[in-house]
């Protein structure tokens, strides 16, 4: 199957600070990508789905200000966590789908831990 | 839109029973239906897949069954193993573009 990478898989940083996440697709191009928050024992909650080359389309009460998504690439998507706060320590996976309608393949996820 | 449910949240089988995982979703218009294991701590995990054309796919011990009149589809381990202890999540898909995840369920499968 398809893969993708995701960078950093563990970030630990202080309060007000910003975080950046890289997701990778690293052999098909990805025209949509899509990030989710997971917290411990529940399911994945899509936090916003970004297209190459437009603006990512955020879930009703996900803050655009504060996660910055860009998708410049058909491999590349990054999700920046701006003045990051401890409740936004959370474990943040990316995934990625082709041009056809087929599934998401997913990235080893990020935890993140915000002090 | 498309509202997934998954039934139950938690499953406990002895090793070498069956689990059935059952799913039911809202949206005529979905028509791609994956099943993700995911392990503690790791990424989720594409374990099966069936399009709205197909009522029944398996593979070796795994299968996925659809019913599109009562818009519903159920996952089927066979013979489980310790190892298929994890957390799994169905999905509905109608575009490719917007997957909607079931709540999961936890699977364990006692020696």
């Known amino acids: 199957g398809a893969v993708v990478s995701q960078h950093p898989s563990r970030v630990i940083c202080k309060s007000g600070t910003s975080v950046k996440i890289e997701c990778r697709s690293l052999d098909f191009q990805a025209t949509t990508m899509f990030w989710y928050r997971q917290f411990p024992k529940q399911s994945l909650m899509l936090m916003a789905t970004?297209?190459?080359?437009?603006?990512?389309?955020?879930e009703q009460g996900v803050e655009k200000d504060k996660f910055l998504i860009n998708h410049a690439s058909l491999t590349l998507s990054t999700l920046t966590v701006t003045s990051a706060h401890p409740e936004d320590s959370s474990f943040y996976i990316c995934?990625?789908?082709?041009?056809?309608?087929?599934?998401?393949?997913f990235g080893p996820g990020t935890r993140l831990l915000v002090l | 839109g498309e509202n997934v449910e998954q039934h139950p949240s938690t499953l406990s089988v002895q090793e070498g029973d069956s689990a059935v995982i059952k799913c039911t979703y809202s949206?005529?218009?979905?028509?791609?239906f994956p099943w993700y294991k995911q392990e503690l701590g790791k990424r989720p995990q594409l374990i099966i897949d069936i399009r709205s054309n197909v009522g029944e796919k398996k593979d070796q011990r795994i299968a996925v069954t659809l019913n599109k009149t009562a818009k519903h589809f159920s996952l089927h381990i066979t013979e489980t193993q310790p190892e298929d202890s994890a957390v799994y999540f169905c999905a509905a898909s109608d575009t490719g573009n917007q997957f909607y995840f079931g709540t999961g369920t936890s699977l364990t499968v006692i020696p």
């Open positions: 970004s297209n190459e080359g437009s603006k990512a389309t955020y």
């Open positions: 995934s990625a789908s082709g041009q056809l309608q087929e599934t998401q393949y």
């Open positions: 949206d005529s218009a979905s028509n791609y």
